[in-house]
Structures are given as C-alpha cells and as structure tokens.
C-alpha cells in the first residue's frame, strides 16, 4: 500500500490549501481514507475521515465548517480543502488508511496505512 501526499505550505491565517492524497496497492472500494495531524509535542490527531464507497465523512469538532474531504474516483485520490485556516492547524499532516468502511475510528492505532507527512503552517 502507497499513500502520497502532496500540497503543504505556508500561508495566513485565514488562507486555504487543499491537500492530496494518492492512493495504491490497496482495495479502495472497501476502504476508509483519512487524515491525521501532529504538532511539535502533541500527540497524532484525528482531523477527518471518509468511507470510499459511501462517501460517510466524520470531522474532528475542530475543523468542522472549515475543512472539506473528498474523494476522485478516476484517480484513486482523497482530497483536504482547509478553508479559514488558523494558527491552530500548523501541523504536519498525515494521510491515512484503514481496512473497513467505518469512519468513525479516530484513533491512529485502528488505522494501519500511512503516508509521509506533509508540513502545513499558518502564519499569525
């Protein structure tokens, strides 16, 4: 299983960024795609999460009407449109996967697939 990431950055509070996530060597169609954050000192966290099929998101309380999760079928990507963003949010960004549609696992140790990182930082 391959997931890479791509689209971190800096920007100001209040500026967006949309992060992807491809995915490979993995059966999607019965699948959990998501995303988790770690800042410097902090523990992973559980930012949101969709099921392939069904489309079933789940968002951390922190992010809910700000951040936006999608799916590309054609290309077999999971999409993270961050609107509003806040310093809050400076993190590095993980992709993650997990065997199952169930998206209401939010703990990292349920979720056995990662990517590598992507830096995202929000400038005060």
């Known amino acids: 299983v391959q997931l890479q990431a791509s689209g971190g950055g800096v920007v100001p509070t209040g500026g967006s960024l949309r992060l992807s996530c491809a995915a490979s060597?993995?059966?999607?169609?019965?699948?959990?795609m998501g995303w988790f954050r770690q800042a410097p000192g902090k523990d992973r966290e559980f930012v949101v999460s969709?099921?392939?099929?069904?489309?079933?998101?789940y968002y951390a309380g922190s992010v809910k009407g700000r951040f936006t999760i999608s799916r590309d079928h054609a290309r077999d990507t999971v999409n993270l449109q961050m609107n509003n963003l806040e310093p809050e949010d400076t993190a590095v960004y993980y992709c993650?996967?997990?065997?199952?549609?169930?998206?209401?696992?939010?703990?990292?140790?349920?979720?056995?697939?990662w990517g590598q990182g992507t830096q995202v930082t929000v400038s005060s």
């Open positions: 993650a996967a997990r065997d199952g549609m169930s998206w209401h696992y939010t703990s990292s140790k349920k979720w056995g697939y």
């Open positions: 969709i099921t392939w099929r069904g489309g079933d998101t």
């Open positions: 060597g993995i059966s999607l169609e019965t699948s959990t």
